[in-house]
């Protein structure tokens, strides 16, 4: 499913026009992003959580040349589904 899909979805589960619910799937996305940017976390019962994951620094190996390389520490988006999500996936 891609994006206009889950808007069409939406539309049709809610009974908002396409233009609503695109607008109502953007503004979720984007609070959901603004809280991961500002170093939150999103805990949606029964979905799941969203949060933030920091890699470390690390050194690793460019596989062309066997030059070693430094890797620069980043931050990494991540979900953990919820119970009833995993229910739902696995039945």
Known sequence: ???NELIAKVAE???LTKG???DAVEATL???????????????VGFGTF????RKATTGRNPRTGETIQIAASKNAKFKAGKAFKDQ???
């Open 51 to 54: 949060s933030v994951s920091e």
């Open 13 to 15: 589960g809610s009974g």
């Open 89 to 91: 996936v696995n039945n």
């Open 1 to 3: 499913m891609n994006k």
């Open 20 to 22: 609503d619910a695109g």
């Open 30 to 44: 984007n609070a959901i992003m603004g809280a991961l940017a500002g170093g939150g976390e999103v805990r949606l």
